[in-house]
């Protein structure tokens, strides 16, 4: 049973460049949420993808956009990069109708920003 | 002001001691509230959830107090793989697609 996937594992990219991250989640769930997790600080809600429809968003700019394909697996788009977006990305997926069950976390995409 | 406030560390303890960790939340509104355990480099991993009457899972003990708006976790017989980052975490919802609001977190060291 394969956990939540996510690509790639280290990214460097070049202020005011585009950047794609990709997540699978754990077989069995349909919903995805990304997080932001900056050096030192918890992690912090950008949004959630369920039906491929976004469905919560945390306090995150318009540059901050995603995707969920039908197969439940999604992307996180990040424009024109500022210096500041550099984190650990995370994703966790989940069942939407299982009541309080639990959300699994994804390993990561560490994105720098130079 | 910070949702989730939490002590920041870095906690420093003997193996076999005992530590507690305490943390505040903000909105009176939250329904779920959980402890994470988040390892160098790693993922957030689901420790335990914390209940109003207060639970149990071997030596981790969590606690909620809803009037205070307080979460603490207790650690018993401390040992070296109990070293990581705890995070406190609340919901506004009960399911489980929760939005999830994390603290800073509280480093945890365990000494040999």
């Known amino acids: 049973d394969a956990g939540v996937t996510q690509s790639p594992t280290h990214l460097i990219k070049t202020r005011g460049q585009q950047v794609t991250l990709r997540c699978s989640p754990k077989s069995g769930h349909d919903t995805v949420s990304w997080y932001q997790q900056a050096l030192g600080q918890g992690p912090q809600f950008i949004f959630q993808y369920y039906e491929e429809e976004e469905r919560q968003r945390g306090n995150f700019p318009d540059r901050f956009s995603g995707h969920q394909f039908p197969n439940y697996s999604s992307e996180l788009n990040v424009n024109a990069l500022l210096l500041g977006d550099s984190a650990l990305y995370l994703c966790?997926?989940?069942?939407?109708?299982?009541?309080?069950?639990?959300?699994?976390f994804g390993p990561g995409t560490r994105l720098t920003v130079t | 002001r910070k949702e989730v406030e939490q002590d920041p560390g870095p906690f420093n303890v003997p193996e076999g001691a005992t530590v507690a960790f305490n943390c505040t939340y903000s909105?009176?509104?939250?329904?779920?509230f959980f402890w994470y355990r988040q390892d160098c480099r790693k993922e957030p991993k689901l420790l335990m959830s914390v209940y109003s009457s207060g639970n149990e899972d071997g030596r981790f003990t969590a606690q909620l107090n809803r009037a205070s708006q307080y979460i603490s976790l207790l650690i018993r017989d401390s040992k070296l793989s109990d070293s990581a980052t705890y995070l406190c975490?609340?919901?506004?919802?009960?399911?489980?697609?929760?939005?999830?609001?994390f603290g800073s977190g509280t480093q945890l060291t365990v000494l040999p």
């Open positions: 966790a997926s989940s069942l939407i109708g299982q009541g309080v069950g639990e959300q699994y």
């Open positions: 909105n009176s509104a939250s329904q779920s």
């Open positions: 975490v609340v919901s506004l919802s009960s399911g489980s697609a929760r939005q999830l609001t």
